[in-house]
């Protein structure tokens, strides 16, 4: 699996506004201040977020994003998935868009590809934006703590 700046991206305005309170606004260059996201990729992303109804704006200058549902409710996987396609690894394990190759039935790999695909998958589709929103709170913690000390 391959995460592209965009998918990098997305994660990261959605973690920004798990951070928040429920229904909290943040304004965009808010966002790509904290999270350190080119405004350019920030418009493009929130509008993709939003057509898929993860995160509601409002628009002036007391507008905003914020999220749409509640971050129990999000995953890793459902996000990369919207904005990569896939998680597969390979295009052979994919399992919505398959591709097929000539060298498939004797292929030695593919079973691994197979068992990698299935962990990831595991992984980012037990994960929630609550999850990486503690997560978060965590090492910001663990951060001050080890300041003060």
């Given amino acids: ?8 991206y997305a994660l990261k305005i959605l973690l920004e506004l798990s951070l928040g309170e429920k229904g909290q606004l943040i304004q965009m ?3 790509a201040r904290r ?5 350019k990729f920030l418009e493009q992303i929130v509008l993709i977020l939003k057509g898929a109804n993860y995160i509601n704006t409002v628009r002036g200058p007391r507008g905003g994003i914020s999220l749409a549902r509640d971050p129990e409710k999000i995953t890793i996987g459902e996000i990369i998935r919207l904005i990569e396609g896939t998680t597969s690894p390979i295009g052979c394990v994919n ?4 591709e097929t190759c000539d060298f498939e039935n004797r292929c ?3 079973e691994l590809f197979l068992e990698v ?3 990831i998958n595991d992984v980012v589709d037990k994960t929630t934006f609550a999850d990486m929103a503690s997560r978060t709170e965590t090492i910001r913690s663990k951060r001050l703590a080890d300041y003060i000390i």
């Fill in 108 to 110: 030695a790999f593919r």
């Fill in 117 to 119: 695909n299935h962990r």
């Fill in 29 to 31: 260059k808010e966002i």
């Fill in 95 to 98: 399992e919505t868009g398959r």
């Fill in 35 to 39: 999270q350190d996201i080119p405004k």
């Fill in 1 to 8: 699996m391959k995460i592209t700046f965009k998918s990098d």
